[in-house]
């Protein structure tokens, strides 16, 4: 019988220590930033882009394609920037709100006739929306530069 019960208060003690790990991990754990795989996977251009004001960026680095000439300098304007939405640590994934100044990975798919509407010395995209299906449905969106976000971009391994 002493058996038993030395079982059962181990039993508990390992319940309340997990659910108290658990607990933990809640409250130490604060809006992981996570890249959307089919976003990044169908886009046709990925840039590190400072944002400066209204819906234009100006590009810092271009991630994809490899043989993309340099762009360093280039206006970007996003067409469809109301409907996006950034990541802040204080409130989370927001629509159309970005630091100026700050620099962000844009996840891009060039329109046919954005160029006609801006002129050519702009480049003029959409952020790329994620596909459309039920478990995937949602605003497209960009992403704060950080080392976080560059190593899940690195770990995607895009064709």
């Known amino acids: 019988m002493k058996f038993a019960v030395m079982r059962l208060a181990a039993a508990a003690a390992l319940?309340?220590?997990?659910?108290g790990y658990l607990g933990f991990l809640a409250a130490t754990t604060?809006?992981?930033?996570?890249?959307?795989?089919?976003?990044v996977l169908v886009s046709?251009?990925?840039v590190i882009?400072?944002?400066?004001?209204?819906n234009e960026?100006?590009?810092?680095?271009?991630?994809?394609?490899?043989?993309?000439?340099p762009e360093k300098g280039k206006t970007l304007v996003v067409n469809n920037w109301d409907k996006c939405e950034t990541f802040t640590q204080q409130n989370g994934w927001r629509?159309?709100?970005?630091?100026?100044g700050a620099q962000y990975l844009l996840p891009l798919q060039t329109t046919a006739d954005a160029k006609a509407d801006h002129g050519?010395?702009?480049?003029?995209?959409?952020?790329?929306?994620?596909?459309?299906?039920?478990a995937l449905a949602g605003p497209p969106r960009i992403y704060p530069d950080?080392?976080?976000v560059r190593r899940q971009y690195q770990a995607l391994a895009k064709p």
């Open 49 to 54: 882009a400072t944002y400066k004001g209204g």
């Open 15 to 19: 319940f309340v220590g997990w659910i």
């Open 146 to 148: 950080s080392p976080e």
């Open 57 to 69: 960026f100006t590009i810092d680095e271009v991630l994809y394609p490899n043989d993309a000439e």
């Open 30 to 39: 604060r809006n992981p930033i996570v890249l959307s795989r089919p976003q």
């Open 44 to 46: 046709q251009r990925d």
């Open 95 to 100: 629509t159309a709100q970005a630091s100026e």
């Open 120 to 134: 050519e010395d702009r480049d003029v995209m959409d952020v790329v929306a994620t596909p459309t299906t039920a």
